[in-house]
């Protein structure tokens, strides 16, 4: 999917998207072919971010 269609799925901008794909925090393929990245983010990349992201509360 494109970082856009990515952001919609995680309440995000895609320029966000972009910033956790450099950070290394979501795995992405880079599809360009000229200097400009071009990416793309896999199902299953994106369930892994947020599974990574899943607070667990404590009950008191």
Known sequence: MTTGQAGARIGATSNYVREL?????????????????????SEESLAKFLRERIVVREVA
């Open 21 to 41: 794909i450099r950070a290394g925090r979501i795995e992405a393929i880079d599809i360009s072919t000229g200097t400009r990245p071009s990416y793309r983010v």
